[in-house]
C-alpha cells in the first residue's frame, strides 16, 4: 500500500479551471449588448453569469428601489429558471449557477432595503426527521426556495418532533417541511403529523419529501392521518410550486375539529415491518459449499493510508454524473451525443473535484473475518475458538420465488464452520464541513458536486476495499479487467449494505460495530443506527459464488 501523498498544484492547471464551467462561448460580442437593464439582469440570473452583475445592479437602482429590482426583476429570471428546468431544458446543477447569482445580487441589495413587513412570499421550516442525516435533498429545497423569494429557517439534520415545533413556533414559519432518505424515515414522518395532531398544530400544512416517500403513501395514508394538509414534493421546484398555495392556505385552516377521527390504513405504513418479514418454515435451493476460505484472520484490522488518486479510478462516473450530479439527457439527444457532452463538459469538473478534495477527503477502512454457521434464517458468528457463540444476525427471507435468505449461502450448524467478512469504510468529515462551508457561503453548484464526489468516494473506497477482501480470502477468480462490470458486481461473491433489500435491519449495524469496533477510524452509530460520518458504508462480504442481489419481497 502506497504512502498519502501530499498535492502540489500546477499554477497553469490552476489558472485553467476557473473557466471550466463558463457556459457562455465568447464570440467577440456582448451578449448583454442592446438589452435594456431589466433584461440585462434577467440574463445574469437565466445564464448563472456573476461578471458585472453589481455595476448593472447599480444602473438599475437609479430607477428602481432595492425591493422592485428583487421582486420584479429578479424573481423573474429564477421563475424562467424553474420553467426551464420543470421542461428539461436546464440542468440541476446549472439552476444552482443561477440561485448563487441570484444569492449574490440579494447580498448587494440587502444592505440598501429597510425590511418591510410582509414582503417575503411566504415562509417555511426545513427540517430532517429524527435518526436520519441526510440533507443534500433539504438543502437543495433551501437554495430554490430561499431564491424565489421565501423565507426558509433550516434547521438541518436528525431533529425530533420536539425540535420541529420549537423551530416552527420560534421562526414564525407559514408550513413545516420534513426531508428523509430512510424507509424508517417515512414512519417517522408518520408519527410526526400524529403529534402535531395531539397537540392540536394541525393549521401547519407539511410539506413531505424524500427518496423512500411515494406520492401515494402521503396522498393518500398520511392525508387519512393528519387534520391539516399534507403534500408530497418530488422535487425542489415541486416545493416550490406548492409554496405558492400552501402558505397563503396555512393560515386558514380551522383548528377546532373535535369530530375528526384520524383513519390510520396499513397496506404502507408497515412497510418496514414488511421489509422485515421473517420466514423461518423453508430454506431456499441454495446448496451451501463443500469448502470455504481459509480464515485470513480472527477480528479486525484497520487501513488509514490510501493514495487517494488510485481510489478515484473506482468511482463510478454514471452513479455520479447522472445520480449524484443529476446531469441529464436533453430531449432529442441519443445516448452516444450525451456520453460526450458529460466528456466535454463534465468530466473537467469531476477531475477539478478531484484535484480540490485530494487533501480533504480521508480515507479509512475497518475489515475482518469470523468463523459463522447458519440456522435456518441466523448467521451465528463464533469466538475464535469456532465453536462459541458470539453474536448472531436474524436475516429476512423472501416470501415467494427463491426464498432466498443471507443464510443460506454459509454451511448450516452440524457441518464445519464457514467464513465470513466484514467490512466499514469512511471518508472522513472533513468533506462535510467543506459541503457545510459551500452551502453557508452561496457556492450552490461546488455545493453539489462535492457531496457528491463525498458519496460516490466512499463508494469507492468500498468497491476498492471489497476487491482486497477478495484476494485475502483467496476468492479473486472473476475479477473483470473492465471497470464497469466491476460496478455490476461480476465478480465472486458479493457484499450486502446494512439497510439495503438483502439485509435492511439497520439495528444490525450495532451488531457490526461489536465485531469491527470502528471508533477509532472515525465512524460512531447514530441513535437511529446510522453511520456518522454521513459518507460512510459497511456490509457483510459472502463468499458463495452464487450470491448476488436479491430484494426481500
Known amino acids: 500500500m502506497s504512502e498519502e501523498r501530499t498535492v502540489k498544484y500546477d499554477p497553469l492547471i490552476e489558472l485553467m479551471k476557473r473557466f471550466e464551467n463558463v457556459r457562455i462561448a465568447d464570440s467577440g460580442t456582448d451578449a448583454f449588448e442592446g438589452l435594456s437593464i431589466e433584461d440585462q439582469l434577467k440574463k445574469h440570473i437565466v445564464d448563472g453569469v456573476k461578471k458585472n452583475l453589481e455595476s448593472r445592479l447599480e444602473v438599475a437602482l437609479e430607477t428602481y428601489a432595492p425591493i422592485q429590482i428583487i421582486n420584479e426583476i429578479l424573481l423573474d429570471g429564477m421563475k424562467t429558471v424553474g420553467e426551464l428546468f420543470g421542461a428539461g431544458k436546464m440542468q440541476l446543477p446549472f439552476v444552482l449557477q443561477s440561485a448563487e447569482v441570484m444569492k449574490s445580487a440579494v447580498r448587494f441589495l440587502e444592505p440598501l432595503m429597510e425590511k418591510v413587513e410582509g ?56 408550513v413545516i417541511g420534513l426531508s428523509g432518505l430512510l424507509v424508517k424515515s417515512t414512519l417517522i414522518m408518520r408519527d410526526n403529523l400524529m403529534e402535531l395532531n395531539d397537540r392540536g398544530l394541525w393549521h401547519y400544512p407539511v410539506i413531505l419529501g424524500g427518496a423512500a416517500l411515494t406520492r401515494s403513501y402521503v396522498e393518500e395514508d398520511l392525508r387519512a392521518i393528519y387534520k391539516g394538509e399534507v403534500h408530497y414534493a418530488q422535487d425542489a421546484f415541486e416545493g416550490l410550486r406548492l409554496m405558492e398555495t ?50 485470513p484472520f480472527y477480528g479486525a484490522k484497520k487501513q488509514t493510508k490510501f493514495d487517494i488518486f488510485e481510489l478515484y479510478k473506482y468511482i463510478n462516473k454514471i452513479a455520479l454524473f447522472r445520480g449524484q450530479w443529476q446531469f441529464k439527457r436533453q430531449e432529442g439527444m441519443g445516448n452516444l451525443e450525451f456520453n460526450a457532452w458529460l466528456e466535454e463538459n463534465v468530466e473537467p469538473i469531476f477531475e477539478r473535484m478531484c484535484r480540490e478534495l485530494a487533501n480533504v477527503l480521508q480515507p479509512r477502512v475497518k ?46 450448524v452440524g457441518e ?51 476487491k482486497m477482501i477478495r484476494g485475502e480470502m483467496g476468492i479473486d477468480d472473476q475479477e473483470p479487467a473492465d471497470m464497469r462490470l466491476l460496478f455490476s458486481a461480476k465478480y465472486h461473491g458479493a457484499r450486502y449494505s446494512f439497510g439495503y433489500p438483502a439485509c435492511p435491519n439497520l439495528e444490525d449495524q450495532a451488531k457490526l460495530f461489536d465485531l469491527l469496533e470502528p471508533q477509532d477510524i472515525g465512524i460512531e452509530l447514530t441513535e437511529e443506527f446510522m453511520l456518522n460520518p454521513e459518507q460512510s458504508t459497511s456490509a457483510i462480504i459472502v463468499h458463495h459464488p452464487e450470491a448476488k442481489y436479491f430484494n426481500i419481497r
Open 119 to 174: 414582503s417575503e412570499k411566504g415562509s417555511i421550516l426545513l427540517a430532517t426527521v429524527a435518526g436520519d442525516v441526510h440533507d443534500i435533498g433539504k438543502n437543495l429545497v433551501d437554495i430554490i426556495l430561499s431564491n424565489n423569494g421565501y423565507r426558509v429557517v433550516n434547521i438541518g439534520i436528525k431533529q425530533p418532533i420536539s425540535a420541529i415545533i420549537e423551530g416552527v413556533q420560534r421562526g414564525n414559519c407559514q
Open 246 to 295: 400552501v402558505g397563503q392556505a396555512g393560515e386558514e385552516i380551522a383548528t377546532g375539529d373535535e369530530e375528526f377521527a384520524p383513519r390510520v390504513t396499513s397496506h404502507r405504513v408497515d412497510v418496514l415491518d414488511q421489509a422485515l418479514y421473517v420466514f423461518n418454515g423453508v430454506r431456499s435451493d441454495v446448496e451451501p459449499q463443500a469448502t470455504s476460505p481459509e480464515l
Open 367 to 412: 475489515w475482518g473475518y469470523f468463523p459463522c454457521n447458519s440456522e435456518g434464517n441466523d448467521l451465528i458468528i463464533y469466538q475464535d475458538d469456532a465453536k462459541t457463540e458470539r453474536l448472531r444476525f436474524a436475516f429476512p427471507r423472501q416470501r415467494d420465488g427463491r426464498f432466498l435468505c443471507l443464510s443460506d449461502f454459509f454451511r448450516p
Open 416 to 466: 464445519a464452520p464457514d467464513t465470513v467478512g466484514f467490512h466499514i469504510v469512511t471518508v472522513g468529515e472533513e468533506v462535510s464541513k467543506q459541503e457545510k462551508k459551500l452551502f453557508e457561503g452561496g457556492d450552490f453548484q461546488d455545493y453539489l458536486f462535492t457531496h457528491g464526489m463525498g458519496v460516490e468516494s466512499a463508494e469507492a473506497l468500498a468497491e476498492y476495499w471489497h
